[in-house]
């Protein structure tokens, strides 16, 4: 996505979009923190063996299986 400008406060990522849209985006420090979160929040059982890569791609199919 092509943003018009940006800014990052802490851990927030605001962008305006070309169509003047705004998008927020929390910014993790830890990203397998993050799909563990999401992963828990979402009913996802992972195996905590798996990295990151691993962990990322089977939860966005598993996500993307819901829709």
Do not use: C, H
Not at 17 to 41: F, H, P, T
Not at 42 to 53: A, I, M, Q, S, V
């Amino acid at each position: 996505m092509a943003y018009k400008k940006s800014a990052i406060s802490g851990e927030y990522m605001l962008g305006v979009l070309e169509s003047g849209s705004i998008e927020v985006y929390r910014v993790y420090d830890n990203v397998k923190g993050a799909l563990r979160e999401i992963a828990e929040k979402e009913g996802f059982e992972y195996d905590p063996e798996w990295n990151t890569r691993q962990f990322g791609s089977k939860l966005i199919d598993f996500l993307n299986s819901k829709e």
